[in-house]
């Protein structure tokens, strides 16, 4: 395939990722969490973009921004892209965005040419993926794939109110989420382009590489319980400080993590109440987030930490409460999807480099109905979750081409 494909498509997508990191409910970075006007504004944004690209494109039950570019003929099994559209908090800007803005930037270079594929080609934005405002990630693929657990609707943010009245307010019914799940046969295969959010693509000199993997990750909720009292009275002897505890426990995850070169450990929110510089924390909560290629290492470890925080709980005289917010087990890329990313790499004249991600994606959730694949992008320093996350012009470009011609050669395989 020999198509000439305009050199502006990183530029065109470049402009488009900064036009929708303006959308944002922090100033000097990016914040766009699941169910506030900011996503909506999002979702708005990219919709209008699909529809100028020849899609048809909708909000789904959950929030998800949809699009479909129709093939040959109507009704056909779609290939399927994407990424998400939500952030955590103080974001880059590319983190999610570049896979849907690429998707879509490819599909307008298809339109503009009069291409109708043997498939329908559709992309998906995702509504939730980071989990930063309910606790719990993968809410939008998790959705499409018909696996998302209906308790999640009762969790709560830090302001008490519930998913399912959050999503009351967006515009959305949690009864009616069940419309938003794909059945198996529609979807040929889930493809995700991505920045790497790590440093290896950049110390191999390349613009882009193929995932072998995702990670698995557990999230746990922990708190600890104590006495809150006053700071001037309480001797250092009588005290049950929740605060001092889980300073404790996070100290023993990092030791813990640290000594397993497999194993990830983060513990990345810490709240203490009542929260005066002079009263004793009472109360204590933390998240916990690992992660491990091996799915047996990465369990190890939780239950290890929790053994270890019960431990610190129990000489403290403190009480834990732990739970699982979220678990998933590492996932593999469809090796014949992955083959022919490797040939449209090879083909921009550009070495293979296999990887694994560390970094949770959508791919996920979507392992559960169909096969999935990734394109990494190189990013700068190999930053991500930081305002500084960069990826250039020239490697957008790169991946923009590889992308398209993945689409334009893809051969289905399997049931
Ligand atoms: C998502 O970015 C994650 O890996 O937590
Ligand atoms: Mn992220
Ligand atoms: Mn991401």
Redesign the pocket.
């Known amino acids: 395939m020999d198509q000439a494909v305009p050199l502006s498509l990183g530029e065109e997508i470049t402009a488009r990722i900064d036009a929708l990191a303006a959308i944002s409910a922090t100033p000097d970075a990016i914040t766009r969490v699941f169910l506030t006007p900011q996503h909506r504004g999002a979702a708005d944004m990219l919709m209008a973009w699909m529809r100028e690209a020849g899609m048809a494109a909708h909000l789904d039950a959950i929030g998800n921004v949809c699009g479909r570019y129709e093939g040959a003929s109507s009704g056909r099994s779609c290939l399927m892209l994407g990424s998400h559209y939500d952030t955590?908090r103080d974001a880059g800007r590319w983190?999610g965005p570049l896979g849907i803005i690429t998707a879509i930037a490819c599909v307008a270079d298809l339109h503009r040419r009069h291409v109708r594929l043997p498939f329908a080609v559709e992309i998906v934005g995702f509504a939730d993926?980071?989990?930063v405002r309910f606790g719990s990630?993968l809410l939008g693929s998790r959705a499409v794939a018909g696996t998302l657990d209906r308790r999640v609707f009762d969790s709560t943010d830090v302001d008490g109110v519930s998913m399912r009245d959050a999503m009351a307010a967006f515009g959305l019914d949690a009864a009616l989420v069940g419309q938003a799940a794909r059945a198996r046969g529609d979807i040929h295969a889930y493809l995700e382009l991505h920045i790497e959010?790590g440093p290896v693509l950049e110390s191999e000199h390349l613009p882009v590489g193929v995932v072998t993997a995702i990670s698995g990750?557990t999230r746990l909720a922990v708190s600890l319980d104590g006495f809150a009292g006053h700071a001037g009275t309480v001797p250092m002897a009588l005290r049950r400080d929740a605060l001092a505890g889980a300073a404790e426990c996070i100290v023993a995850i990092e030791s813990l993590c640290k000594s397993d070169e497999a194993l990830v450990g983060t513990v990345g929110i810490i709240d203490a109440r009542p929260g005066a510089t002079n009263v004793i924390p009472g109360r204590v909560s933390f998240t916990v987030?690992v992660?491990s290629a091996s799915d047996a290492d990465r369990k190890r470890a939780v239950t290890d930490i929790a053994r270890r925080i019960e431990a610190i709980a129990r000489r403290r005289d403190l009480v834990p409460h732990i739970d699982v917010t979220h678990e998933s087990g590492t996932v593999s890329c469809a090796l014949w999807l992955s083959s022919q990313i490797g040939d449209a790499i090879a083909a921009e004249g550009h070495r293979i480099l296999t990887l694994p991600s560390?970094?949770?994606?959508d791919g996920m959730a979507m392992i559960d109905i169909t096969a999935i694949a990734m394109i990494f992008v190189r990013c700068r320093g190999g930053i991500?979750?930081n305002p500084a996350e960069h990826a250039s012009v020239e490697d957008v470009d790169t991946a923009a081409r590889v992308l398209l011609r993945v689409i334009e050669n893809f051969r289905p395989v399997g049931p």
Do not use: K, P, Y
């Open positions: 955590v983190d993926e980071e989990g990630t959010q990750a987030d992660r560390g970094a949770g994606h991500s979750h």
